[in-house]
């Protein structure tokens, strides 16, 4: 086995070391992914949202358990078990968006999200390494911001109110990410970083494409009440 999967990782301000509870902050408002996904169940229940709803507010949930164990262990394996839920979470609410509120079949959906995500990945991927220093790595996120704004402005083209849902989502990730790439350079000033701060609001983010998900869910054919 690779002997650098157990190797402790030290990318944030708060971490004073290789030890487990090194990162309590960071930890802890790891929560905040699960009372979206907590809250995000109760409005798929005053709303009747369908199945794929409710399996985003519990895939809410894994996210913060995910990063929860990779801030209190801190290691090649656990890293995965931050990354690899974010990501998926991403990929399945546009996969909710494009098959639910657009109302587009399945092969088509995968076609556009792929053409969508390789096109966002090579632009995030051409940011040069200065830039990706000065964000402290956050630019890796920017597909997940302008796919908040394209599947966000598709709908807003057909009249969808889950549109406003995905732009206030961006909002909200815009402000989030600016506290995860100041993280390390407030370490003078502030000790804790800034670190809990992405936590934090980025379980608002999911909280507010979960309340959108729950309010509209499960409606296909939705473009065409909303006027196409």
Excluded at 86 to 114: K, Q
Excluded at 173 to 189: H, T
Excluded at 190 to 207: D, K, Q, R, S, Y
Aim: with cysteine; hydrophobic share 55%; glycine share 10%.
């Amino acid at each position: 086995m690779d002997e650098t999967l157990f190797t402790s990782i030290d990318n944030y301000c708060e971490r004073t070391g290789p030890e487990i509870w090194s990162e309590p902050l960071n930890a802890i408002t790891n929560l905040a992914f699960v009372v979206a996904g907590i809250a995000g169940h109760v409005l798929c229940r005053r709303h009747g949202a369908d199945r794929f709803a409710v399996f985003l507010c519990w895939w809410a949930i894994v996210i913060g358990v995910g990063s929860g164990l990779f801030h209190t262990f801190a290691n090649g394996i656990t890293l995965y078990a931050d990354v690899l839920p974010i990501v998926a979470f991403i990929l399945l609410i546009n996969w909710y968006v494009v098959t639910r509120f657009l109302d587009i079949d399945a092969i088509p959906a995968l076609a556009i999200l792929a053409a969508f995500y390789l096109i966002a990945g090579a632009l995030a991927g051409l940011a040069p390494e200065s830039l990706r220093a000065a964000t402290n790595g956050t630019i890796g996120y920017l597909p997940a911001l302008l796919g908040l704004l394209f599947f966000g402005g598709w709908l807003s083209m057909h009249g969808h109110p889950a549109a406003r849902y995905m732009f206030w989502a961006a909002g909200v990730f815009v402000v989030s990410a600016f506290f995860r790439s100041v993280d390390m350079a407030m370490c003078a000033a502030l000790p804790i970083g800034t670190h809990f701060l992405w936590h934090t609001l980025n379980g608002l983010v999911l909280g507010v494409l979960l309340a959108g998900a729950a309010k509209f869910g499960g409606k296909r054919g939705a473009v065409q009440a909303f006027g196409r």
